[in-house]
């Protein structure tokens, strides 16, 4: 009897699907609380970086316990300036969690990711630190410290591991959160509410917009993923 042989696409299919099924059933345990808080990082680092494309500057930035934030930037006002800063947040986290993710797939040294991802995060501790508030504070230096101590301490299979499960668990967490910030609730002085100030449009219209967005840049990444790994696959086998 002939067995079927998986490809490496769909191995790796398979695997981030494994991840996803982790995250959503351990969702609301400590295991993932620390990726919802990076990933409030992420976002609030994404507008920030985006207000100093408009020429502005970083005050600080919030991360509290209720895995929320801001950050207060100073941004000479601009239509486009207000956009593009008010739609970083969401759609630039899941931007770098796409990132991360597709690193983690095509590269053999994850262990530097962890490492410059260790270094980000204490750069951006400066600016939580400016808040005065411990629990930001904390959080954010000890997962910096925790980076860098994988980085130093443990091997690739730890980081290969790690990096996709954080890089896919943030995709799919901003796509929840934007359901659940914007969608579900809207009039709460999100993102979504600054764009509809400007636009004149209704935040639930644009919260829709933006997960539509997101479902399909995740779609894309995994696709992407997915072809990758096919494509390594023929080379292989052509050598």
């Known amino acids: 009897m002939k067995t079927m042989k998986l490809t490496k696409g769909q191995i790796q299919t398979l695997y981030l699907a494994a991840l996803i099924a982790v995250a959503l059933v351990f969702w609301d345990t400590l295991l ?49 300036g207000n956009f593009m800063t008010s739609s970083a947040g969401y759609l630039g986290s899941l931007l770098w969690g796409s990132l991360i993710l597709i690193l983690a797939v095509k590269s053999d040294k994850d262990k530097y990711i962890t490492l410059v991802i260790g270094v980000i995060l204490l750069g951006l501790s400066c600016f939580v630190l400016q808040t005065g508030e411990l629990f930001g504070t904390a959080v954010t230096v000890g997962l910096a410290a925790f980076m860098l101590i994988a980085f130093k301490y443990f091997g690739n299979f730890f980081h290969d591991l790690w990096l996709k ?37 209704p935040s639930v219209f644009i919260g829709s917009v933006w997960m539509i967005t997101a479902v399909f840049i995740l779609f894309i990444v995994l696709r992407y993923i997915y072809r990758q790994k096919e494509k390594t696959l023929q080379t292989t086998e052509r050598e």
């Not at 659940?180 to 449009?201: K, V």
């Open 165 to 201: 499960f954080i890089g896919i668990t943030s995709c799919i967490y901003v796509i929840l959160d934007i359901k659940d910030d914007l969608i579900d609730r809207s009039n709460i002085g999100s993102d979504a509410d600054s764009i509809a100030e400007l636009t004149g449009l």
């Open 32 to 80: 993932i609380y620390p990726i919802k808080l990076f990933v409030v990082m992420l976002h609030e680092m994404s507008h920030g970086l985006m207000a100093m494309a408009f020429g502005g500057d970083i005050i600080k930035i919030q991360i509290d316990k209720q895995i929320g934030g801001y950050c207060l930037y100073t941004m000479k006002p601009s239509f486009w």
